[in-house]
């Protein structure tokens, strides 16, 4: 597993949490993850689930140390609020909690901005 695949399934994760945390929902089955990121992300539509799984142990272990998700078995729960900003330099979005730093985890500048809201 490379590099970027973990990072790009940090992303990834990042988002779905986010999400599904608007909706209401802050516990999460370790086990069921891979098939809920392949039924609503298209970039892992036709991933195999086992590998998928495989490559989403180090990334799950890693938004623990971060306090992103408090993990109790095979049950995630989010640690606290999940916010989107984006960063003012390189303009790459960002889902952080409140435990973390307030920097990009792109390229690590400070200044993030609000993520812009949906025009009606």
Not at 3 to 31: M, P
Not at 94 to 116: I, K, M, S, V
Request: charged residues 30%; proline residues 4%; aromatic residues 8%.
């Amino acid at each position: 597993m490379s590099d970027i695949a973990v990072k790009e399934l940090d992303w990834y994760l990042r988002d779905h949490l986010f999400r599904q945390s608007n909706a209401g929902k802050t516990i999460f089955r370790k086990e069921s993850l891979p098939s809920e990121m392949a039924a609503l992300y298209l970039r892992y539509r036709n991933a195999d689930l086992q590998q998928l799984s495989d490559t989403m142990s180090p990334v799950i272990e890693s938004l623990a140390a971060r306090k992103v998700i408090e993990q109790q078995g095979n049950e995630l729960k989010l640690a606290g609020r999940i916010t989107r900003l984006q960063c003012a330099k390189c303009f790459y979005i960002n889902y952080l909690t409140e435990a973390e730093p307030r920097a990009c985890l792109r390229c690590q500048h400070g200044e993030l901005h609000d993520f812009p809201k949906k025009k009606p």
